[in-house]
């Protein structure tokens, strides 16, 4: 269902020969209205790639008629000439949809560096505009995958509205969002300042939640496209709800596809002072190699939860702190808690919980452990 | 040579039986005059293990008559009862050696989140006192090893005095300090004050700016004693120089020797605004995973430099940077450079240079690579 499960959208996903392998890598997604309201967020990296650039000045307006997407190439560090590859891709998409190129977003994802082929990607946008189809959105999201062992698509379903969306993502995920692709749709009729707020909510407690392996990348954009086709304006809270699921769910499935990783980390921060002290320490808990390491051996070593904490400014009194790993709250008051031996490791999910012990705040951050293949994916060959 | 290279020290390192291996786990370092100062930093993890918490207390005096160092378990996240166990070391090692136990600093390192065999430890005090030598700087260096695969030591000589050194540590290393444990001394006749002063000065560019895997420990250690038995007081410089050598050679040691890496990787940023800038980005390229994980491949993916200077606050413009790998210039003014094929990746020591354009400020981060090997140690067992 993916981008195309709300009513006024098409999409296409095609090979247009930007990947060696021949595999799909040109997605084509658009808004046929009757409303063009977009909003969007993009990577807090500053080394940006120029699609990035391209659609924040796009986003501007608010308005989005259609998304370029490709793989093969993330047009990232490619000076002048990478911007007016971009500038080109939705100069043609506006040619052959009949468009406003300044309403064209772009999205690229793959090696850093390196040129696109501009010649296959401007031929296969020919392609991508015959195949639009309003049952395309499958295809899209197959389009865009990287080091994607699956495809990632999620739907919610509002009173009489929809909003649906497809992601890609695989490595170098991290806060301030992952080398992931997002693109939302809905046939609710939100204008632009309504989508702004309501992504920007969503996206805070899910994408940019998920810290896969601790790099942020130079191409993450997360875009949410309202074609109003339904006639219905939900109520904010229902609409907001319904995002922030179709988020989770996406995130969710980031982390559970993540290279070469052998456990899904759920670290859940409670009694912290604030909100941003739970999310600090859940980020430096997440990020910690030694910890993730241990994870992958099925070790509940919380000795290297704790010194993770240790690294942050967040309230606490290293006294006070207590660990949970599955249940077992093998850390308490700082010191050796229940048998660690108690801890059952054998699943694929694994479920920290730090106690602050300062306040009633928490958040939830998701990681996946280190592994000898997420090494050998992301030594053996360039990416 | 290490420790006792100085005059006016004898050390000893024995087994106690706190590793299950029989391996030497009980070193001694012994201050015999007649000058006992000393200064000493420690981590700056805000969990500190109670053997850091107890010598941070003995150096507020600026004397330190004796060093005892275990290996076999850090004593960290123990609660009261493990600072009981570092206060009932010193006070028997005071015993043993008609000591102040005021004055005998502890430091411990091994598996958090343990208890210390105490009877064994105690009991090995006695032999570790009767084996104290002046030439037991080696067997106390070989004693303080956890999963160091040689025992680091370095000597500097100075006109009439000498500054020797011992040091573990082979994982969890990251600024702020290592897991390392590291006892310099020096017959050089310098007070307390004046040993502080050059001791921070020396970590500052050298134990501080080694990162092997951005995981800081409960446990790091770095002490200087002073014996004064050489009588002679050395020039500020020639002594600061003295030390600053020792600490280099030591850090360089245990990059040399990280757990289950196959790469040093040298990262210089130049032409920062601040030396904090310079750090700053250094810090970043020598943390992102997915750089440590190409290194290792021997692939020059510069892209993934770029990607970790833009996560920085540091003052840069992104289309000015600049980018060396092994003296090629793959990347510049934020853009594709020479050809990355010209790169010779070959060798275990690998050289960034990452140029802000910015300014004239420099800094030189050491780090490993990411390799399955790491993933291995650290996953295999509890450490």
Redesign the interface.
């Known amino acids: 269902m993916s981008v195309t499960a709300a009513k006024g959208f098409t999409a296409s996903g095609i090979a247009a020969g930007l990947k060696d392998s021949g595999s799909p890598d040109l997605a084509l997604v658009v808004n046929q209205g009757p409303r063009l309201a977009a909003a969007g967020v993009f990577t807090?990296?500053?080394?940006?790639a120029a699609p990035v650039l391209w659609s924040q000045q796009v986003l501007k307006g608010g308005r989005v008629s259609a998304v370029v997407l490709n793989s093969g190439g993330?047009n990232?560090?490619?000076?002048p000439?990478?911007f007016q590859d971009t500038h080109a891709t939705a100069e043609k998409a506006a040619r052959v949809l009949g468009h406003n190129a300044g309403e064209i977003a772009v999205a690229s994802t793959g090696?850093?560096?390196?040129?696109l082929p501009m010649d296959k990607l401007l031929t296969g946008l020919d392609k991508a505009a015959v195949e639009l189809s309003a049952h395309g959105g499958e295809k899209a999201a197959i389009a865009i995958k990287t080091t994607d062992t699956v495809h990632k698509t999620a739907v919610a379903q509002g009173d009489g509205w929809t909003v649906g969306g497809m992601a890609k993502g695989a490595?170098?995920l991290a806060p301030?969002l992952a080398t992931m692709l997002v693109v939302l749709t809905t046939d609710a009729d939100v204008d632009a300042a309504g989508l702004d707020e309501t992504l920007r909510a969503a996206t805070r407690q899910t994408f940019d939640r998920v810290d896969s392996?601790?790099?942020?990348?130079?191409n993450d954009t997360v875009l949410l496209l309202a074609s109003g086709a339904s006639g219905v304006t939900p109520p904010q809270d229902a609409f907001t709800e319904a995002v922030r699921t179709v988020c989770d769910d996406l995130a969710r499935q980031l982390i559970g596809d993540a290279e070469g990783a052998s456990k899904d980390i759920r670290i859940e921060v409670v009694g912290a002072a604030t909100e941003d002290d739970a999310v600090e320490v859940g980020r430096s808990i997440a990020?910690?190699?030694?910890l993730k390491?241990?994870l992958?051996?099925e070790?509940p070593?919380?000795?290297?939860v704790?010194?993770?904490?240790?690294?942050?400014s967040a309230a606490?009194d290293?006294?006070k702190?207590n660990v949970a790993i599955n249940g077992v709250w093998v850390?308490r008051?700082?010191?050796?808690g229940d048998d660690r031996d108690l801890v059952d490791m054998r699943y694929r999910e694994v479920r920290i919980t730090a106690d602050l012990a300062e306040g009633s705040e928490s958040a939830v951050i998701w990681a996946n452990d280190?592994?000898?293949d997420?090494?050998?994916?992301?030594?053996?060959?360039?990416s």
């Open positions: 807090a990296n500053r080394v940006k993330a990232a560090c490619t000076g000439g990478g090696l850093i560096g390196v040129r490595g170098m301030g392996d601790g790099c942020m990348s130079t990020r910690n190699n030694l390491c241990a992958h051996g070790d070593n919380w000795g290297r704790l010194s993770a904490i240790g690294t942050t606490f290293p006294d702190l850390c008051n700082g010191s050796i280190l592994t000898a997420y090494v050998h994916e992301n030594s053996a060959y360039s």
